[in-house]
Nanobody
Framework: QVQLVESGGGLVQPGGSLRLSCAAS????????MAWFRQAPGKQRELVAD???????NYADSVKGRFTISRDDAKNTVYLQMTSLKPEDTAVYYC??????????????WGQGTQVTVTS
């Protein structure tokens, strides 16, 4: 079994910063692309950023220049550093990872989500 556990969400004022973390655990053989998605009330889940094993990153236009995704493969962890936060960044943020376990082929896994609220 594989688990993704997010942390770091919370309440922040506009212009503030937060750092999200997502740690993968379980019978992991290899982790490929890791990503952050978000879902605001009444909206579809959207990709925020992703990062490949080789470190190539991709960002939604709405967060370019403000958010930075990174990963620590020794810790099976992906991070999302969020700066200059705006009220429209308010959402539940979900971690996603393509993982191959020791007994199964690669598939994607989701974390349980962490709430980020940006308000004055």
């Amino acid at each position: 079994q594989v688990q993704l556990v997010e942390s770091g969400g919370g309440l922040v004022q506009p212009g503030g910063s937060l750092r999200l973390s997502c740690a993968a655990s379980g019978s992991i053989f290899s982790i490929y692309t890791m990503a952050w998605f978000r879902q605001a009330p009444g909206k579809q889940r959207e990709l925020v950023a992703d990062i490949t094993r080789g470190g190539r990153t991709n960002y939604a236009d709405s967060v370019k220049g403000r958010f930075t995704i990174s990963r620590d493969d020794a810790k099976n962890t992906v991070y999302l550093q969020m700066t200059s936060l705006k009220p429209e960044d308010t959402a539940v943020y979900y971690c996603n990872a393509d993982i191959r376990t020791v007994i199964a082929n690669m598939r994607d896994y989701w974390g349980q989500g962490t709430q980020v609220t940006v308000t004055s």
